[in-house]
């Protein structure tokens, strides 16, 4: 790999995950639905990814097995569904707050591979796993949520944790399915949802403003496909630490999104379980090891 293809992929991912970040601004900003927001974004993301995947020629005739599109249609609509979780819990709690919860995916992958490929987490991530639950448990605020405020922000915290869940899935399947083009497998997802999602979306509550349809395109064209072709071509120039890396800027855009448009600002003790979250979850992602302090061997 050379310097100028790794400087690329660099700017490609950090530019997938600001874009990434700025997702929350831009469903809340369309003043629809959760059910509305997915399915046009589905919709104008399949149109946009179907004539990419068709300029590059990535549209081949026998790319699915039987087997393989079944996997790709079901981890398609855990994907459809996360977003539909995802985008209801910033309304319900905060972007901020969604978002952090949202990242203890990684947790969420670790226990799926256990259950379903068997494999078996080392002790430092079952470690870090420890330490992301306790800086959820502050994030959740068990002890703070009643009455109705609560209730409803709690909710939405559990949205986001649904949210991850199902992320977690849609990765696990993804992963066996090799030899089919990721920009294809992301085509027939959101096909899937615009069809899945097409009974749900309620087309009495259009926007009326140019600038709500804006922002739905943009949902599309921008955060689907401009944001899915800049990632996996950055996969494909960095290692796998590198991407690991900057998947963080999108947290941090997001938080810090959330805060210059819409004020809201995090508890002190929020702020501590959301930073333990992403310590956390960099220590799974960049396999961070935990080192104790060994004993020094004597002189003889």
Same mark, same amino acid.
């Given at each position: 790999?050379?310097?100028?293809?790794?400087?690329?992929?660099?700017?490609?991912?950090?530019?997938?995950?600001?874009?990434?970040?700025?997702?929350?601004?831009?469903?809340?900003?369309?003043?629809?639905?959760?059910?509305?927001?997915?399915?046009?974004?589905?919709?104008?993301? /399949?149109?946009?990814?179907?004539?990419?995947? $068709?300029?590059?020629?990535?549209?081949?005739?026998?790319?699915?097995?039987?087997?393989?599109?079944?996997?790709?249609?079901?981890?398609?609509? @855990?994907?459809?569904?996360?977003?539909?979780?995802?985008?209801?819990?910033?309304?319900? /709690?905060?972007?901020?707050?969604?978002? !952090?919860?949202?990242?203890?995916?990684?947790?969420?992958?670790?226990?799926?591979?256990?259950?379903?490929?068997?494999?078996?987490?080392?002790?430092?991530?079952?470690? $870090?796993?420890?330490?992301?639950? @306790?800086?959820?448990?502050?994030?959740?605020?068990?002890?703070?949520?009643?009455?109705?405020?609560?209730?409803?922000?709690?909710?939405?915290?559990?949205?986001?944790?649904?949210?991850?869940?199902?992320?977690?899935?849609? !990765?696990?399947?993804?992963?066996?399915?090799?030899?089919?083009?990721?920009?294809?497998? !992301?085509?027939?997802?959101?096909?899937?949802?615009?069809?899945?999602?097409?009974?749900?979306?309620?087309?009495?509550?259009?926007? %009326? !403003? +140019?600038?709500?349809?804006?922002?739905?395109?943009?949902?599309?064209?921008?955060?689907?496909?401009?944001?899915?072709?800049?990632?996996?071509?950055?996969?494909?120039?960095?290692?796998?630490?590198?991407?690991? /890396?900057?998947?963080?800027?999108?947290?941090?855009?997001?938080?810090?999104?959330?805060?210059?448009?819409?004020?809201?600002?995090?508890? +002190?003790?929020?702020?501590?379980?959301?930073?333990?979250?992403?310590? /956390? %979850?960099?220590?799974?992602?960049?396999?961070?090891?935990?080192?104790?302090?060994?004993?020094?061997?004597?002189?003889?």
């Amino acid at each position: 790999m050379t310097p100028a293809s790794e400087r690329l992929g660099l700017a490609q991912m950090a530019s997938a995950m600001v874009l990434s970040g700025t997702l929350g601004v831009f469903v809340l900003e369309s003043g629809q639905s959760a059910w509305n927001v997915v399915f046009f974004r589905c919709l104008f993301g /399949a149109l946009s990814l179907f004539l990419y995947c $068709w300029a590059r020629g990535l549209l081949k005739p026998g790319l699915f097995t039987a087997k393989t599109l079944a996997l790709t249609l079901v981890a398609g609509a @855990a994907l459809v569904m996360n977003w539909v979780l995802l985008f209801s819990a910033y309304r319900l /709690a905060s972007i901020s707050l969604a978002t !952090a919860v949202y990242n203890v995916q990684p947790f969420f992958l670790i226990g799926l591979g256990v259950l379903f490929l068997g494999e078996r987490p080392s002790r430092g991530k079952l470690a $870090w796993s420890v330490v992301a639950f @306790a800086g959820l448990l502050l994030v959740l605020r068990l002890t703070e949520t009643h009455g109705a405020g609560g209730q409803t922000y709690l909710a939405g915290l559990l949205l986001g944790l649904g949210a991850a869940a199902l992320y977690g899935v849609t !990765a696990v399947i993804v992963k066996r399915l090799k030899g089919i083009p990721p920009q294809v497998l !992301a085509l027939s997802q959101v096909t899937l949802g615009a069809v899945m999602l097409l009974p749900m979306a309620d087309f009495n509550a259009l926007p %009326a !403003a +140019p600038l709500q349809w804006a922002y739905l395109v943009a949902l599309g064209l921008v955060h689907t496909c401009l944001m899915y072709i800049l990632m996996y071509s950055a996969i494909q120039k960095l290692p796998t630490t590198s991407t690991a /890396a900057l998947s963080f800027i999108y947290p941090a855009v997001a938080i810090m999104l959330d805060l210059l448009v819409y004020g809201h600002r995090m508890e +002190p003790v929020q702020v501590v379980g959301v930073a333990m979250i992403f310590v /956390a %979850a960099a220590g799974v992602s960049l396999n961070w090891t935990w080192r104790l302090p060994g004993r020094r061997p004597r002189a003889v």
